[in-house]
């Protein structure tokens, strides 16, 4: 018997369905759909089913290869492939190591700027010291070139400057008056020499490129200063200057000094260390204030000066109240109950008889115990900014220190994110070799 086109066909495709009985129905429908597409398409190119059968091979053959074929798929299927979960780990921890690093630069900023900035208030401490010794050079130069043209003036002169701590009157010599010429003025211009070398030395020292350019150009001026200074202080001591010129100039060189705590004060972003400069500047104002008034109102009282003197003294006393003020404004910005010592007793006595004209009224006993009292008073208004600039001094140390922590803290995130990403990565590496191999 002839096999017919159909039979062949049939034949065939049943003996490969035998054949691909251990595969899942939907596997092997999907073969003999192709073999019969096969056949059609052999049909309409004008090839015979035999010929159609014999390119395919026997059914034995064909299946075998669509088995092994198979059995490829399944083992590509079984190989390891990079886990989702993998991979979304290692983005994260990309993405997290992207962040600390971004916020490990902006803590190396702000490590940098608050270290600077600490730095930079320690100097404080003998800043202050020199403001002291400068305003005692001031004393002198008022005390000693006040116009007495007796005996009994120059005396009380020298006895005010005496009680007073003025440098170099301790010595029982008798102070030069009637001109600008000050004979004790070595003493003091030797403290405030040292002084000045050991504050530059200290400001040389600073690096301040993370500040901002106004602290650098304060702490630049009161460098500068120092040299002007000096100048000032051959003139005092051979009397080649004015008095109201030198006053003026060390008027000068004090508001240098004092704004150096101004500009550091607008440098921080910590409110409670700028208001603690800001209270250190107004302490130190309205010191030197006192130290012109303890200055000024013996010298108008004792030369019986009614005239430019008495207007100056009563300028710088209103001053002074409004210094007084603005000081006592900027404590309150402060916890605690730190204040600035009232100028009141003796002190506040003849500063009020001074502004009143009332020179006459300012006994002798009465000024001594000025003398003592403003005396004290100085001391007391030094410790409550000694006070307040120690109180910076911990602030900007403990912002140091915070910062430094933030960094390791930013540094060692960054570390951990990116040793995650690192082993992370590794193990897609390794998976992806495997798949190929």
Request: hydrophobic residues 45%; negative net charge.
């Amino acid at each position: 018997m002839i096999s017919t086109t159909p039979d062949i066909e049939r034949s065939y495709l049943r003996d490969v369905g035998k054949r691909l009985r251990g595969l899942a129905p939907g596997q092997r429908d999907a073969v003999l759909d192709d073999l019969r597409a096969h056949f059609a398409e052999a049909t309409e190119a004008g090839r015979t089913p035999e010929q159609a059968a014999k390119s395919l091979g026997s059914p034995e053959h064909f299946t075998g290869r669509i088995l092994a074929e198979l059995d490829d798929d399944r083992a590509e299927a079984r190989r390891p492939r990079p886990s989702v979960v993998l991979v979304a780990l290692l983005v994260a921890a990309l993405a997290i190591g992207a962040v600390s690093g971004y916020l490990a630069v902006g803590a190396v900023a702000g490590s940098t700027k608050a270290t600077q900035l600490a730095d930079a208030v320690g100097v404080l401490e003998v800043q202050d010291d020199l403001m002291t010794a400068l305003a005692q050079e001031r004393a002198l130069v008022v005390t000693a070139s006040g116009p007495c043209t007796t005996a009994p003036c120059a005396a009380e002169l020298a006895r005010t400057a005496l009680l007073r701590g003025v440098p170099g009157t301790d010595d029982g010599k008798p102070l030069r008056q009637g001109g600008a010429t000050v004979r004790r003025a070595p003493s003091a211009q030797a403290r405030t020499t040292a002084l000045l070398a050991e504050r530059d030395e200290l400001v040389t020292d600073l690096d301040m490129s993370a500040l901002p350019k106004e602290v650098t150009s304060a702490f630049d001026q009161v460098v500068y200063d120092g040299v002007d200074i000096q100048a000032v202080q051959k003139h005092v001591a051979k009397g080649g200057m004015a008095p109201q010129t030198v006053t003026k100039a060390y008027d000068l060189f004090l508001a240098d000094s004092a704004d150096v705590s101004h500009q550091l004060s607008r440098a921080t972003d910590d409110r409670g260390l700028a208001d603690h400069l800001a209270a250190h500047q107004a302490a130190n104002e309205v010191l030197l204030a006192g130290a012109v008034d303890r200055s000024l109102i013996p010298v108008v009282i004792a030369t019986g000066a009614a005239g430019s003197g008495h207007v100056e003294a009563v300028e710088q006393i209103s001053t002074g109240n409004d210094l007084f003020g603005a000081a006592d404004r900027a404590l309150d910005q402060l916890p605690g109950e730190l204040q600035m010592p009232a100028p009141d007793g003796a002190f506040g006595t003849v500063r009020d008889l001074t502004l009143q004209g009332d020179l006459a009224g300012a006994t002798p006993e009465l000024q001594e115990q000025f003398v003592a009292e403003s005396r004290q008073w100085t001391e007391e208004a030094r410790a409550v900014r000694d006070s307040l600039r120690a109180g910076a001094v911990d602030r900007a140390e403990s912002n140091a220190t915070a910062a430094q922590a933030k960094l390791l803290t930013a540094a060692a995130s960054t570390g951990v994110a990116l040793l995650a990403a690192l082993v992370l990565g590794v193990a897609v590496v390794v998976q992806a070799a495997r798949r190929r191999s």
